[in-house]
T-cell receptor, first 113, second 112 residues
């Protein structure tokens, strides 16, 4: 998706290891979000950022941390990966909080074995 | 999340027929309602949105209607084509900060 890239696209990791996913944007948008997508649950918000070094928890934040040291980068870290964190992770960006649509990245498929 | 309920979870339609997906939201202060289409292996993409001061919006074969009194909104796809097969998500801005909350998604299959 133009203006937002996620890396890696796929990752397999072992239970108990730390994992970091990266989201990079070139749109200079203030707001960035991390979602996970699981069958039957749709998109659930993990963490979001409303500026450099300004982050907050979403509805499913346990076991995850985030950092935003630059406007363009938003990192999601699984501190000690568990099988329940096997999912597809999407980053999204927006210029405002909730009166314009978000732009999503292409996703990272994470498998914890 | 629980703030937005979406139905049905799956929908199969014959090519050329119409498809309708319905969502309900819980907070009457919600004021923005986007719809996303997600194709296999890709991220969701915004296809149409509506704000609370409008009752209906159309863009070619897709339309969205909003009933603020009943707190529900719907996506209508007319003259469906195979390329309409995808997962569709509704969302609503939820007070107090108006972040988007998403429905669980509807998998639409258009049969040739």
């Amino acid at each position: 998706d133009a203006g937002i890239t996620q890396s890696p696209r796929h990752k397999v990791t072992e239970t108990g290891t730390p994992v970091t996913l990266r989201c990079h944007q070139t749109e200079n948008h203030r707001y960035m979000y991390w979602y996970r997508q699981d069958p039957g649950h749709g998109l659930r918000l993990i963490h979001y950022s409303y500026g450099v070094k300004d982050t907050d928890k979403g509805e499913v934040s346990d076991g995850y941390s985030v950092s935003r040291s630059k406007t363009e980068d938003f990192l999601l870290t699984l501190e000690s990966a568990t099988s329940s964190q096997t999912s597809v992770y999407f980053c999204a960006i927006s210029a405002t909080f909730g009166d314009y649509g978000y732009t999503f990245g292409s996703g990272t498929r994470l498998t914890v074995v | 999340g629980e703030n937005v309920e979406q139905h049905p979870s799956t929908l199969s339609v014959q090519e050329g027929d119409s498809a309708v997906i319905k969502c309900t939201y819980s907070d009457s202060a919600s004021n923005y309602f986007p719809w996303y289409k997600q194709e296999l292996g890709k991220g969701p993409q915004l296809i149409i949105d509506i704000r609370s001061n409008v009752g209906e919006k159309k863009d070619q074969r897709i339309a969205v209607t909003l009933n603020k009194t009943a707190k529900h909104f719907s996506l209508h796809i007319t003259e469906t084509q195979p390329e309409d097969s995808a997962v569709y998500f509704c969302a609503a801005s939820i007070p107090p900060d108006y972040k988007l909350s998403f429905g669980a998604g509807t998998t639409v299959t258009v049969r040739a």
